[in-house]
C-alpha cells in the first residue's frame, strides 16, 4: 500500500457517523490533504485532516468504499480506544490495522466499489470472505467486484499485504 495514516478509533468512527447521515459511500482521497467524502442525493459531507499521525503519502490516491460494512467494523472498534492506521492506493482495497494493547491487532481489508451497474446484480449473499494467514482471521469485502480477475487481484494483494505485515 502506496499511503499511510493513523487516526483515532473515535475520531474516525464521529467522521463516518457524519458522513453516514448523507451518503451510503464514503470517499478517501489522498493528496497534499487527506479528506472524506460522502455524497447523497440531497446533500454531501466533506471532513478533512482531522488530527491524524504518521502520515506517510507517497501518492495521491481516491478509493470509494461501502459504508454499509466500514461502519459496523469501525464502530466496534471504536470503543477500544487507540488509534486505527489506514492504508490505501488508489482504487484498491482499503486496509485497517487496530491495534489491541502491546501485542495485538485486527485488520480489516474492504474493497472499494467498482461500478453502479453492479449494485443491482451483486449477490448479496457474497460479502466478507475469511482470509487466514499467520495464525490472523482477516476478513474482505468482495461486494462490489464485477469480475473474477478483481477478486483474484484482490487476493493477491491481499496476501502481499498480509505477508507484509506477517514481516514487522
Given at each position: ?151 483474484l487481484k484482490?487476493f493477491e ?12
Amino acid at each position: 500500500m502506496e499511503n499511510s495514516f493513523s487516526i483515532e478509533n473515535t475520531k474516525l468512527d464521529s467522521i463516518i457517523s457524519d458522513i453516514q447521515v448523507v451518503a451510503e459511500f464514503i470517499t478517501i482521497k489522498v493528496s497534499d490533504k487527506i479528506e472524506f467524502h460522502g455524497k447523497g442525493e440531497s446533500s454531501s459531507v466533506v471532513v478533512e485532516n482531522q488530527e491524524l499521525d504518521q502520515v506517510d503519502i507517497k501518492s495521491e490516491a481516491t478509493g470509494t468504499y461501502s459504508l454499509e460494512y466500514l461502519s459496523p467494523a469501525v464502530k466496534s472498534l471504536s470503543s477500544s480506544g487507540g488509534s486505527v492506521k489506514l492504508l490505501m492506493s488508489h482504487n484498491k482495497p482499503l486496509m485497517f490495522e487496530f491495534r489491541i494493547g502491546d501485542s495485538g491487532r485486527i485488520v480489516f481489508f474492504l474493497a472499494p466499489r467498482v461500478s453502479d451497474w453492479f449494485e443491482s446484480i451483486k449477490d448479496k449473499s457474497l460479502g466478507w470472505q475469511e482470509f487466514v494467514k499467520g495464525g490472523y482471521v482477516y476478513y474482505i469485502n468482495i461486494i462490489d467486484m464485477k469480475t473474477e480477475d478483481e477478486w483474484l487481484k484482490t487476493f493477491e494483494i491481499v496476501e502481499k499485504a498480509v505477508n507484509d505485515s506477517q514481516k514487522e
